[in-house]
Nanobody, 115 residues
Framework: QGQFAESGGGLVQPGGSLRLSCAAS????????MAWYRQSPGNRREIVAT???????TYSDSVKGRFTISRDRAKSTMSLQMNTLKPEDTAIYYC?????????WGQGTQVTVSS
């Protein structure tokens, strides 16, 4: 068990969409720069998108124009809207702070893009 809980993953066909959610525990959520990460089998975990305390956003080149990160401070949640999904987006997706805290890694949510 950790500070964050991811949900919303699933199996979709190429070109489809998914919306991932990250629920935070505690009262410091809005003070952190937060990030979505992903990891596929045999590969290193990589950063997908970040959003800081002022809602400044960055994306990895591979998802620019397709993914949208957002934060709802009132609900202490963070979302990742994923559109035009590709097979190479298949991975386990995680939320954490940026920089990440080792003890905050959760179980993630599996996204599989396949026909």
């Amino acid at each position: 068990q950790g500070q964050f809980a991811e949900s919303g993953g699933g199996l979709v066909q190429p070109g489809g969409s998914l919306r991932l959610s990250c629920a935070a525990s505690g009262s410091l959520f809005s003070l952190f720069t937060m990030a979505w990460y992903r990891q596929s089998p045999g590969n290193r975990r990589e950063i997908v998108a970040t959003i800081n305390s002022s809602d400044k956003i960055t994306y990895s080149d591979s998802v620019k124009g397709r993914f949208t990160i957002s934060r709802d401070r009132a609900k202490s949640t963070m979302s990742l809207q994923m559109n035009t999904l590709k097979p190479e987006d298949t991975a386990i997706y995680y939320c954490n702070s940026y920089p990440s805290r080792d003890i905050w890694w959760g179980q993630g949510t599996q996204v599989t893009v396949s026909s």
